[in-house]
């Protein structure tokens, strides 16, 4: 009994070391360059690009994305291209 006793002694428990999160790294966002859309096409007239201006900024107060924004520019653009000649 005596030798039974000895046994049933508790175990220390041993403490988990806890493991420090590497930080990481932020990686630098690249500043795109923005295109001018403004660039006047042949047979296009001064008043047309300034409506093209217009346009985007309108496009950017009503807080659409970038993408989107561009696409139409571009297309309004080239509407105006095709029928200014």
């Known amino acids: 009994k005596e030798k039974e006793k000895k046994k049933k ?9 806890k493991k420090k999160k590497k930080k990481k790294k932020k990686k630098k966002k690249k500043k795109k360059k923005k295109k001018k859309n403004e660039k006047s096409v042949e ?19 009503r807080g659409k994305t ?20």
């Open 9 to 17: 002694k508790k175990k220390k428990k041993k403490k988990k070391k």
């Open 43 to 61: 047979g296009m007239t001064k008043e047309l690009c300034i409506r093209t201006v217009r346009e985007r900024k309108s496009a950017r107060e």
């Open 66 to 85: 970038g993408k989107e924004r561009a696409k139409r520019v571009r297309t309004y653009t080239t509407q105006i291209h095709l029928h200014s000649y």
